[in-house]
């Protein structure tokens, strides 16, 4: 048996790159276990230049002594060399010589008991045999690093003594947990930590064999797939194919437990990068349904034929597909959600309902030709990422509503373009998902609140706006009320779903809303107005109905023509020359508005310029004789308009 005096790191040919690659995979282990086990091995060390070195100068006398003064670092050479080259006064090898030849040898069971042995005879020798224990676990790890590296079969008797030594060290805690001896001391016995020792070791060449794989932003599908495919192909192979002597050595448990450990953990790293895409789980979660399911030669796949006996790999790669399960259905609530929120951003044009149905479906596509059962899961990630971003729209769309200087019109109307939106999306989505009741009931619900919500605080600001405009409007040259509406004919031009009910509903709410606060204003206007102020205020009414009718048109279309017009039936009745032709105009404004009431048409007549009093008591006799309480309340137009009826009549009287 050759001689081998290099270390783990030099067998691996990494150095120092090679422990910042051990670093990396140290999270593998228990944190907790991890930071126990290097300061174990720390206190390990020093024991061992301290106890090697009194070992020496007891074996070797004064010249060997000198040269403990040199130095620790090749202690563990002094003593291999020296056990087997000196015997005592009587011809017997010293027990620790003894013990070094079985070490040198690749004994390594037979190391153990003889160590054992040392341990129990006395004081001196414990110290003795904590040095001999780690001295025995570098020997053993050197052989299992040239196991590892080379072609296996000239290292087999070493590693199988590898095995046997570790089996002795469970069958002695064992023993020694049923006797009275204390638990602490079973914990910081050295062998304890050897099968950690080994695990370690074996994932450490692991890592060493696997090429490193990005993270970053810029690392497309195809890098990954290529990835995947070396490592299908090459590096699991090469782990099936050192298998076998581990198999023989009674080291495949352990050796197996490293290699799922490792790949689980490989792929953990690769998918809990923030910058996975929901492309790049899925051919991760592929991958390992292709690997789980298939008969392939790789080293974790099923086995039938008894020659590969990784028969963990079943449970691994069933494990690795639920973990990468887990992360891409994350990823799809993440992607989603980020989708939904860049839509329908109260600062942005809301997105086509087309683009986010195809957000939605792609996902569910994608995931259906990997799995039906895994296409059903995304579809369900999908619908509940659409009722939580719903929840929480709500929630900003009434915080927004709460804002002082509320922002205004043009938000406003974004806010329920981004409703109809929302109710389109939710109408698709119910055909081409499982959407259930449950589901369908809740989302209506939210959209069915935020569009009053807004929608009522929409118009209680133009009702706002448009009431202060008007308050001077006929006074005025130039009130504003122009400008107000053409920002709300700008607004509502860009408003993208004018074909719904709801567009309709809202631009006839704000029309009645101006209708009212025009003819409020207007009625209300100063009643010792100039004959001057009077013609004025018709050419003014004259001008704010063409605009208004051009408004609404471009607005609502043909429907608009279903629209009241108080303003042009005024306009009718004040620009009639005779008073019976103004009787006649009269009629059909009393048919339209019923509520129409006597203060109202007197208002109305003081505007008319060159109005004699019979005319205007006919006029008011014709209204007496012809207005109808209203049946129903629609179309009640006047009915909170309130003007203060006269004190007295021009002619004097209270008739008029």
């Known amino acids: 048996m050759r001689k081998t005096k290099y270390s783990w790191g030099a067998l691996v040919g990494r150095g120092s790159k090679w422990e910042e690659m051990a670093g990396e995979n140290a999270r593998m282990v228990p944190r907790d276990t991890h930071e126990e086990r290097k300061k174990q091995e720390a206190k390990r060390r020093g024991k061992l230049k301290t106890m090697a070195g009194k070992m020496l100068k007891a074996m070797a006398g004064g010249k060997e002594a000198a040269e403990e003064k040199s130095g620790g670092e090749d202690v563990a050479g002094k003593l291999l060399k020296m056990g087997t080259s000196r015997k005592d006064v009587e011809g017997q090898m010293p027990a620790e010589e003894t013990i070094c030849g079985f070490i040198e040898q690749g004994k390594f069971f037979e190391a153990c008991d003889h160590i054992y042995d040392l341990e129990r005879s006395g004081k001196d020798g414990v110290g003795k045999s904590e040095s001999l224990y780690i001295l025995l676990a570098e020997r053993m790890w050197t052989v299992v690093g040239e196991a590892l590296s080379g072609s296996g079969g000239m290292f087999l008797e070493p590693l199988q003594s590898v095995g046997e030594s570790l089996r002795w060290e469970k069958q002695k805690e064992a023993e020694w947990l049923g006797s009275s001896q204390e638990t602490e001391s079973v914990s910081t016995w050295s062998p304890n930590f050897w099968r950690k020792d080994l695990e370690e070791k074996l994932i450490q060449y692991m890592t060493a064999q696997i090429p490193p794989f990005g993270s970053s932003s810029n690392t497309d599908e195809t890098a990954l797939k290529q990835h995947l495919n070396h490592l299908e192909t090459t590096f699991l192979p090469s782990l099936e194919h050192r298998s076998g002597v581990f198999k023989e050595a009674g080291l495949l448990t352990t050796y197996a437990r490293c290699c799922h450990a490792f790949l689980s953990s490989h792929l953990s790293t690769l998918t809990s990068s923030n910058h996975f895409s929901f492309r790049q789980c899925l051919s991760v979660y592929e991958w390992g349904l292709k690997m789980y399911t298939s008969s392939s030669e790789t080293c974790l796949g099923p086995r039938q034929s008894p020659q590969h006996s990784l028969s963990l790999g079943v449970q691994c790669l069933a494990w690795i597909v639920l973990k990468t399960e887990e992360k891409l259905l994350a ?326």
């Not at 929608?455 to 400008?483: A, R």
């Open 331 to 656: 990823v799809t609530r993440k992607e989603v959600g980020k989708a939904l929120k860049e839509a329908f951003d109260f600062g942005k044009p809301p997105g086509a309902d087309a683009a986010v149905i195809q957000i939605l479906a792609d996902k569910t596509e994608a995931a259906g030709h990997v799995s039906e059962s895994l296409s059903e899961k995304v579809e369900a990630v999908c619908l509940e990422e659409c009722l939580s971003f719903l929840e929480s729209y709500e929630n900003e769309v009434r915080s927004f509503i709460q804002l002082d200087g509320y922002p205004g019109i043009c938000s406003s109307l974004r806010i329920l373009e981004n409703c109809c939106v929302l109710r389109t999306v939710w109408h698709k989505l119910t055909y081409i998902c499982s959407v259930s009741t449950g589901q369908d009931v809740k989302v209506n619900g939210f959209l069915d609140r935020m569009e009053d919500e807004i929608m009522e605080h929409f118009l209680q600001t133009i009702t706002s706006k448009v009431k202060g405009t008007l308050k001077e409007h006929f006074k005025k040259c130039d009130s504003g009320f122009d400008h107000i509406l053409e920002s709300l004919k700008q607004s509502f031009l860009a408003f993208g779903k004018k074909k719904t009910d709801m567009y309709e509903a809202l631009v006839k709410a704000v029309n009645t809303i101006i209708i009212t606060e025009y003819i409020q204003a207007l009625l209300t206007t100063s009643r010792k107005s100039s004959s001057v102020q009077r013609r004025r205020i018709i050419s003014k009414i004259e001008e704010d109905h063409s605009m208004l009718q051009t408004i609404f048109e471009e607005c609502l279309g043909p429907t608009a023509g279903s629209l009241k017009d108080p303003i042009k039936a005024i306009l009718e009745l004040i620009q009639t020359s005779d008073a019976e032709g103004m009787k006649i105009a009269l009629l059909p404004i009393l048919k339209e508005f019923p509520d129409l009431r006597k203060e109202h048409l007197s208002a109305v007549l003081d505007i008319k310029d060159s109005l004699s009093r019979e005319d205007r008591a006919s006029l008011l006799k014709a209204f007496h004789d012809n207005c109808r309480e209203s049946e129903t309340e629609a179309n009640l137009l006047f009915a909170d308009i309130e003007v203060k009826p006269r004190k007295y009549g021009l002619c004097g009287c209270l008739c008029c």
